[in-house]
């Protein structure tokens, strides 16, 4: 997957489900990230802007509805409920709470994705492929642009190539060696320079990074989990 469409998370206390879903939407040039309750949610969508948001009702603590309602104000993100079959009353007052699907389960992956494409098609998110917001930074690919507490940055194509696939992979730790194939650079040190220069640009802290971190002895990972 080299273009994201769009950058959605899944909400659900049942891990199959969110390895289920998240699998099959990266197949689709889908961004995925997975929460197991709604309080990891909220965390997730603090530092994180969604296109999409996918929510069980029914978890422990509190439920999908309550998440949505706590959390409206905060929350202008296109919403896709999960219920449990048959469960009308549940359908109904999700609707009414400001959920814009729902979906009964279990379910088709397939129609999951054909109601994700309606809903995005009709907001227009679709559109803003390949830009990823958290916490105050903002990449966009397209342009080769990051935004760090409202001052730009420019990335050339090497740095491009190499956070698209690490957005599109994230928590996953490249080798060196990986890097190099990517960018067809076989020197480490000239690796080390690039992921340097590239945490310049994205941390707040360069020389203590948080999100493009080095895994001793084993290569980079960019956390946006």
């Known amino acids: 997957m080299n273009n994201f469409l769009a950058h959605i998370l899944v909400v659900d206390d049942d891990k199959g489900i969110r390895s289920l879903v998240k699998k099959y939407l990266n197949e689709n040039q889908y961004l995925v990230n997975t929460a197991s309750s709604a309080e990891d949610a909220h965390e997730k969508i603090k530092i994180i802007k969604f296109d999409l948001l996918i929510l069980d009702i029914m978890m422990p603590g509190k439920s999908g509805l309550e998440f949505i309602t706590e959390n409206k104000k905060d929350l202008n993100t296109p919403v896709i409920l999960l219920t449990a079959k048959g469960q009308a009353y549940e359908r109904v007052e999700g609707l009414e709470t400001g959920a814009d699907d729902y979906l009964p389960k279990p379910f088709e992956p397939k129609e999951l994705l054909l109601r994700i494409n309606n809903i995005l098609s009709k907001t227009k998110k679709i559109d803003q492929k390949r830009v990823i917001e ?19 940055y420019k990335i050339n194509n090497t740095e491009k190539i190499i956070l698209e696939k690490m957005i599109n992979n994230p928590g ?19 690796i080390d320079v690039i992921i340097t220069r590239l945490r310049k640009k994205i941390e707040l802290d360069p020389k203590n990074p948080k999100f493009l971190q080095t895994i001793r002895g084993a290569g980079y990972v960019l956390w946006i989990e």
Not at 134 to 152: G, V
Not at 172 to 190: A, H, Y
């Open 172 to 190: 996953k730790t490249f080798e060196r060696m990986e890097i190099g194939k990517l960018i067809d650079l076989d020197k480490e040190r000239s």
């Open 134 to 152: 958290f916490e105050n930074i903002k990449i966009d690919l397209n342009k080769q642009l990051i935004f760090k507490n409202k001052i730009e």
